[in-house]
């Protein structure tokens, strides 16, 4: 035990450290110190500064060069940790390694009076070996000051990381809250907040976490375009351009109706690939005041989906928890596998099946 900060190297390890403290010590690593916070710092500097200042005392024979030895040892040790090569090295090792070295720099100075003598192990020295509290507390407080500097860029990137998640956060919030509020208004296409709905819309869909939520929010935004064009009829409007998305009911010669709106199909018409009662469709024209839409140009609403094909059954594949049919008509390039990523371009019907009109397999 110290009396009067003098300190015999063996009673040291007896009194200071027991077996089961001894063994967890000895298993500690660089990357250890990465989790620790000042209080653990201080312990482990109070726990290894004796046998570092001990092993560089028994070299040099020199109170103030082991004073220094040991508290560039430290200094150096936060560095080192910065190093992810080294994190798995033993702390208890790399000090004595580190003390080794640096004592070796002190007796190449050619300062030492003292020869090496060819030691190669580490033994307590017989003669009686004093440590400072005074210097021993300075080196632990440089050692405390230190570990800021040496953690602060992974702190600063921590806390800028922090600082963007919540950025990203409110922007997400503030963007729900403007979705609640146009989604809620009764806007048209001649209405000054319908570019406003549109763009968030797209913000909707470039936010999607993935297919199936993708889908769903062109679902939601296809009635949209429908209630828009029925707000439109109500009022009595037209001429007017508009879009509207729904499922064909009926198909004749003297008209079709979509989503419950007659539209005139005439020879001028764009029809653009096959067109079957029950599918949901896209009907581009021009809106009448008797409730009419003259269709200029008439397609499958068709949605694009990329994903992982889960299983393959028959004429029925799940991609990324989507179910999906195949019909005579659907183009297949690639070899379809379990596992493999695909792009398919599917049509929707009434009863909300999902149809494939292209797929192409990737790895």
Same mark, same amino acid.
């Given at each position: 035990?110290?009396?009067?900060?003098?300190?015999?190297?063996?009673?040291? /390890?007896?009194?200071?450290?027991?077996?089961?403290?001894?063994?967890?010590?000895?298993?500690?690593?660089? *990357?250890?110190?990465?989790?620790?916070?000042?209080?653990?710092?201080?312990?482990?500097?109070?726990?290894?500064?004796?046998?570092?200042?001990? +092993?560089?005392?028994?070299?040099?024979?020199?109170?103030?060069?082991?004073?220094?030895?040991?508290?560039?040892? +430290?200094?150096?040790?936060?560095?080192?940790?910065?190093?992810?090569?080294?994190?798995?090295?033993?702390?208890?090792?790399?000090?004595?390694?580190?003390?080794?070295?640096?004592?070796?720099?002190?007796?190449?100075?050619?300062?030492? #009076?003292?020869?090496?003598?060819?030691?190669?192990?580490?033994?307590?020295?017989?003669?009686?070996?004093?440590?400072?509290?005074?210097?021993?507390?300075?080196?632990?407080? /440089? +050692?405390?000051?230190? %570990?800021? &500097?040496?953690?602060?860029? &992974?702190?600063?990137?921590?806390?800028?990381?922090?600082?963007?998640?919540?950025?990203?956060? %409110? %922007?997400?919030?503030?963007?729900?809250?403007?979705?609640?509020?146009?989604? =809620?208004?009764?806007?048209?296409?001649?209405?000054?907040?319908?570019?406003?709905?549109?763009?968030?819309?797209? !913000?909707?869909?470039?936010?999607?976490?993935?297919?199936?939520?993708?889908?769903?929010?062109?679902?939601?935004?296809?009635?949209?375009?429908?209630?828009?064009?029925?707000?439109?009829?109500?009022?009595?409007? *037209?001429?007017?351009?508009?879009?509207?998305?729904?499922?064909?009911?009926?198909?004749?010669? *003297?008209?079709?109706?979509? *989503?419950?709106?007659?539209? =005139?199909?005439?020879?001028?018409?764009?029809?653009?690939?096959?067109?079957?009662?029950?599918?949901?469709?896209?009907?581009?024209?021009?809106?009448?005041?008797?409730?009419?839409?003259?269709?200029?140009?008439?397609?499958?609403?068709?949605?694009?989906?990329?994903?992982?094909?889960?299983?393959?059954?028959?004429?029925?594949?799940?991609?990324?928890?989507?179910?999906?049919?195949?019909?005579?008509?659907?183009?297949?390039?690639?070899?379809? !596998? #379990?596992? =493999?990523?695909?792009? +398919?371009?599917?049509?929707?019907?009434?009863?909300?099946?999902?149809?494939?009109?292209?797929?192409?397999?990737?790895?």
């Amino acid at each position: 035990m110290p009396v009067n900060g003098k300190i015999n190297p063996g009673d040291y /390890q007896r009194a200071n450290v027991n077996p089961a403290m001894q063994k967890e010590n000895s298993e500690q690593t660089l *990357g250890d110190i990465l989790t620790m916070d000042e209080v653990g710092l201080s312990a482990l500097h109070a726990h290894y500064y004796p046998q570092v200042y001990q +092993f560089a005392y028994y070299r040099l024979h020199d109170d103030q060069l082991s004073e220094t030895v040991t508290r560039d040892v +430290f200094l150096e040790l936060l560095k080192e940790t910065r190093n992810t090569a080294s994190q798995q090295r033993n702390l208890s090792g790399w000090l004595m390694s580190c003390a080794s070295r640096r004592v070796n720099e002190q007796l190449q100075t050619g300062i030492m #009076a003292y020869e090496d003598e060819g030691v190669t192990s580490y033994q307590a020295p017989q003669e009686e070996m004093v440590i400072d509290p005074e210097a021993q507390e300075m080196s632990r407080r /440089q +050692f405390l000051d230190a %570990a800021p &500097r040496s953690h602060r860029k &992974r702190r600063m990137l921590s806390i800028k990381w922090l600082k963007w998640t919540a950025a990203v956060l %409110a %922007a997400l919030l503030l963007l729900s809250l403007l979705v609640s509020l146009v989604v =809620s208004l009764q806007v048209t296409p001649q209405s000054s907040m319908y570019r406003l709905r549109r763009l968030v819309e797209e !913000a909707r869909l470039v936010l999607a976490g993935n297919a199936a939520q993708q889908l769903e929010i062109e679902k939601a935004i296809d009635q949209d375009r429908l209630a828009e064009v029925q707000t439109l009829i109500r009022a009595g409007r *037209g001429p007017l351009q508009v879009t509207l998305v729904g499922g064909l009911s009926g198909k004749s010669d *003297g008209g079709w109706v979509v *989503g419950d709106i007659p539209v =005139s199909v005439s020879p001028e018409t764009q029809l653009i690939g096959k067109i079957e009662p029950g599918m949901i469709i896209q009907v581009s024209g021009m809106l009448q005041p008797d409730g009419t839409i003259q269709a200029q140009r008439v397609q499958p609403r068709e949605y694009t989906v990329r994903g992982k094909i889960q299983r393959i059954q028959d004429n029925q594949w799940i991609i990324d928890n989507i179910p999906v049919q195949l019909s005579p008509d659907t183009i297949l390039r690639g070899q379809a !596998a #379990a596992g =493999s990523q695909a792009d +398919f371009v599917v049509y929707r019907m009434l009863d909300d099946r999902l149809v494939a009109r292209w797929i192409e397999v990737g790895n």
